[in-house]
């Protein structure tokens, strides 16, 4: 079967074989886990990266008038 795959930028979505949809999700998911653990290290650099990205995310959570998520991502950077 075909899974369909959206990627940003492009105008029209990307039809994948699952032999090949499988693996590269595996490799998504590990290097995206991967690329926190390298930035944390031991200083917590990754927490001050998130707390920066989710105070943005509430702002924009909160131009859309979502405010229960706008909330979350407060809560969440705090």
């Given at each position: 079967?075909?899974?369909?795959?959206?990627?940003?930028?492009?105008?029209?979505n990307?039809?994948?074989?699952?032999?090949?949809?499988?693996?590269?999700?595996?490799?998504?998911?590990?290097?995206?886990?991967?690329?926190?653990?390298?930035?944390?290290?031991?200083?917590?650099?990754?927490?001050?990266l998130?707390?920066?990205?989710?105070?943005?995310?509430?702002?924009?959570?909160?131009?859309?008038?979502?405010?229960?998520?706008?909330?979350?991502?407060?809560?969440?950077?705090?």
């Amino acid at each position: 079967s075909e899974h369909i795959m959206i990627v940003p930028f492009l105008k029209n979505n990307i039809f994948v074989h699952e032999l090949f949809f499988i693996p590269f999700s595996v490799l998504v998911f590990l290097s995206s886990t991967n690329a926190v653990n390298l930035t944390d290290g031991l200083d917590g650099l990754a927490t001050g990266l998130m707390m920066i990205a989710l105070v943005a995310f509430s702002f924009i959570a909160f131009e859309q008038e979502q405010k229960s998520l706008g909330l979350f991502a407060l809560t969440t950077a705090s």
